[in-house]
């Protein structure tokens, strides 16, 4: 088949709203967009533990431990159906570990943030995840199959976790005097870092106009965070709390909410590797892969050794067949 038939009938299938599947043909740079985009996913999935765990054994009862703990494994499971959703364009997940660990590949930077009291663990459930649900729905009908079915299970999950954080938080704000003020304060500190969560705006986004038109994005990253600013606006009144922006207020002409700027060269900063946990996150991510090789040699020993024992013996194929 030539070229440019290929091109046709990738093309068509992006115009009809047929998925494009592992063996069909893409372009080279629609494969490199999903591999980076993906890879960068599965990262701050698996990142995105690290500021949660910080708290399991701090959690203020058994009952809010058993849940963090179960979120926190989602997190690891989001992290393999992603890492395997890269792995069907071609790259292996040692190449996609070991970019996060020499620094070529992203992850989200909200990540880099501490958790400092336990109220921040209800205000990234809440905010974080609400702000991953409101990109990730959108991604459910992302143009490359093993992405978006991925994303429905994922979804899922992540509502769930919303919920979670907002009854975190909603508790604290219904108990004292000092649980209001931690709860305030964890506001105060993950409300910026979120909306950052979107991306850069939309004039400043060199990836945002492709992936439109390839359908991979089906909402801008300004579209997104708009809508994202707009449920908490509401949200946060039945908490009682306030967010952190003397700027926000309803613009009836829009039918949305204004809001202040983010502070654009705090997110470079946090993106570029400076942030205030960036070197604490690489290291332990470093730390774990290290650690976890035996279990990785011992696995694939296995592997092997089952599979020169079905090789041998015909008769185990006949029976497995
Ligand atoms: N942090 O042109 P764009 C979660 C980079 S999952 C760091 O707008 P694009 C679950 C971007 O990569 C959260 N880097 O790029 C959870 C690009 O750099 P590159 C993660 C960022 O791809 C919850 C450059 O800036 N979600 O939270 C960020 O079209 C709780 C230019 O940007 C996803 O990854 C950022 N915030 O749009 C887990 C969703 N924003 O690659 C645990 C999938 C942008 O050229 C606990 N990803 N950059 O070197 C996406 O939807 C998109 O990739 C965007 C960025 C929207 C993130």
Partial sequence: MQMHDLEKIFADKIATEIKIEPRDWMPDAYRKTLVRQISQHAHSEVVGMLPEGNWITRAPSLKRKAILLAKIQDEAGHGLYLYSAAETLGVSREETINELHNGKAKYSSIFNYPTLTWADIGAIGWLVDGAAIMNQVMLCRTSYGPYARAMVRICKEESFHQRQGFDILYTLSKGSDDQKTMCQDAINRWWWPSLMMFGPKDADSPHTDQSMKWKIKRMTNDELRQRFVDMIAEQVKVL????????????????????GEIDWAEFWQVVKGYGPCNKQRIATRKNAWDNGAWVREAALAHAQKRKSRTDTHPSQNAAAA
Wanted: glycine share 4%; net charge negative.
């Fill in 240 to 259: 009682g709390m306030v967010l952190p922006d003397p700027k926000l207020t309803w613009n009836d002409e829009r039918k949305h909410y204004d809001f």
